[in-house]
């Protein structure tokens, strides 16, 4: 098991890597006051300041560097327990201790930084399509998220087997396996599992997630969505989507680790109309004023 090394030295290598990162990323947010060139002001769509922190500031990095570090020491723990599992289904069925361990890692703001194509979309003005998503996929211009490669550098070392679950599509499959090995991961059809409904590897990551169980003892899932850790969280309703992640937090922080992303992500679908989004006490405290504003 190796420990992190003083922060100073690592913090600035990982500065250094993160401004090389920003250099090929093919775009980078403007700066605050700046206006993006040829397009509208990026500052006034509501993802500015999210991506901005995830793109810019020291906290994102630090936070994310922080989370690995703290999943590696759980990783050792986890490799020599036998009854260490991390997967809801299996713990239910049994029958995981003889099999080797494995981990499964979410691609996308989990161990890829997509936040050049996330910045081409604020100042294109543009939402999210399949067909602009795929197209940066096929770039091959994702990043690592911090933290991230140490991380499965420390898995490989203690024998663990890496599976990445993404929801990327099959027609990507291809791009985003060399994608992956460009930074040094180890990657193949074998252990990147991309969406294929049709071949029964369904949104919700669940079918996939049984797809490693039949062969590995799960010990550890990581992601940016609490539907890389279990099932349930489809759930549009906000009160009841956040009183099951409360429900569920038993393993979070030791077999479940979660990456923070504030720009996008299934929680979006759960929140509330309008201002209610922000100050959900206001339509309690102030129902009709609250009722106006939407
Ligand atoms: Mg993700």
């Given at each position: 098991?190796?420990?992190?090394?003083?922060?100073?030295?690592?913090?600035?290598?990982?500065?250094?890597?993160?401004?090389?990162?920003?250099?090929?990323?093919?775009?980078?947010?403007?700066?605050?006051?700046?206006?993006?060139?040829?397009?509208?002001?990026?500052?006034?769509?509501?993802?500015?300041?999210?991506?901005?922190?995830?793109?810019?500031?020291?906290?994102?990095?630090?936070?994310a560097?922080?989370t690995?570090?703290?999943?590696?020491?759980?990783?050792?723990?986890?490799?020599?327990?036998?009854?260490?599992?991390?997967?809801?289904?299996?713990?239910?069925?049994?029958?995981?201790?003889?099999?080797?361990?494995?981990?499964?890692?979410?691609?996308?703001e989990t161990?890829?930084?997509?936040?050049?194509?996330?910045?081409?979309?604020?100042?294109?003005?543009?939402?999210?399509?399949?067909?602009?998503?795929?197209?940066?996929?096929?770039?091959?211009?994702?990043?690592?998220i911090?933290?991230?490669?140490?991380?499965?550098?420390?898995?490989?070392?203690?024998?663990?087997?890496?599976?990445?679950?993404?929801?990327?599509?099959?027609?990507?499959?291809?791009?985003?396996?060399?994608?992956?090995?460009?930074?040094?991961?180890?990657?193949?059809?074998?252990?990147?599992?991309?969406?294929?409904?049709?071949?029964?590897?369904?949104?919700?990551?669940?079918?996939?997630?049984?797809?490693?169980?039949?062969?590995?003892?799960?010990?550890?899932?990581v992601g940016d969505?609490?539907?890389?850790?279990?099932?349930?969280?489809?759930?549009?309703?906000?009160?009841?989507?956040?009183?099951?992640?409360?429900?569920?937090?038993?393993?979070?922080?030791?077999?479940?680790?979660m990456m923070p992303n504030?720009?996008?992500?299934?929680?979006?679908?759960?929140?509330?109309?309008?201002?209610?989004?922000?100050?959900?006490?206001?339509?309690?405290?102030?129902?009709?004023?609250?009722?106006?504003?939407?």
């Amino acid at each position: 098991m190796r420990f992190p090394l003083a922060i100073s030295s690592r913090f600035c290598r990982l500065l250094l890597c993160c401004t090389l990162a920003a250099c090929v990323s093919s775009v980078a947010l403007p700066l605050r006051g700046q206006e993006a060139p040829d397009g509208p002001n990026a500052r006034n769509d509501a993802r500015f300041n999210a991506l901005a922190w995830m793109q810019s500031s020291a906290e994102y990095r630090l936070m994310a560097e922080q989370t690995y570090r703290l999943a590696m020491v759980q990783l050792s723990v986890a490799v020599k327990d036998p009854a260490w599992c991390a997967d809801e289904v299996q713990i239910r069925e049994g029958g995981f201790e003889k099999k080797p361990p494995a981990v499964i890692l979410d691609l996308d703001e989990t161990v890829l930084d997509n936040s050049g194509f996330n910045a081409r979309m604020i100042i294109d003005d543009a939402l999210f399509t399949s067909e602009s998503w795929n197209a940066w996929c096929n770039e091959e211009k994702a990043t690592l998220i911090p933290g991230a490669m140490d991380f499965i550098r420390s898995a490989d070392g203690l024998g663990v087997s890496l599976f990445f679950i993404t929801n990327r599509e099959d027609p990507v499959r291809k791009a985003t396996i060399a994608n992956l090995k460009a930074l040094g991961i180890e990657a193949s059809e074998k252990n990147v599992l991309t969406k294929n409904p049709d071949d029964g590897r369904g949104d919700d990551k669940v079918s996939r997630r049984a797809m490693v169980a039949s062969s590995h003892r799960i010990v550890m899932l990581v992601g940016d969505s609490m539907s890389d850790l279990c099932s349930g969280m489809d759930e549009k309703d906000q009160a009841r989507r956040n009183q099951t992640a409360r429900d569920k937090t038993a393993m979070l922080g030791s077999r479940w680790i979660m990456m923070p992303n504030p720009v996008y992500g299934s929680w979006e679908r759960a929140l509330p109309a309008g201002n209610q989004a922000i100050d959900p006490r206001r339509e309690a405290a102030t129902g009709k004023q609250a009722a106006k504003s939407r």
